[in-house]
């Protein structure tokens, strides 16, 4: 499975990718993009299984990365990764389409609990 995760920091990024693999999904192919504009190019050249993105970022945020994805027709498994979550953006992720909004920090656990159903 191809992983594309977008998240203006490096470091968490890595810490993601990490975090997946100790969850007990490891052998999935884990590609980056640093902001929603890169992000939207890499769905569309790459065609990842899965997108985990963050909320806040330059070029395109998370909800404008999402919004524009479906907009090019892009029907991609999609979830984000926040620090924030406020009931107003559940609402706004959940009507774009996204699958869960996770918040950091967050435990092993809890990314096992949100990819259980999605990654193999």
Known sequence: MKILLVDDSRAMRRIVA????????????IIEAEDGRQ???????????LILSDWEMPELTGI???????????????GFVTSESTAAMVAQASTAGAMFL???????????????????
């Open 39 to 49: 992000g939207l190019e890499m769905a569309r050249r790459e065609s990842p299984d």
């Open 64 to 78: 404008e990365f999402l919004q524009a994805l479906n907009g090019e027709g892009l029907a991609i498994p999609f």
């Open 102 to 120: 996770l918040v950091k920090p967050f435990t092993t656990e809890d990314m096992a609990q949100v990819l259980g159903t999605l990654v193999s």
């Open 18 to 29: 990490r975090t997946i693999e100790q969850a007990g999904f490891q052998g999935n192919e």
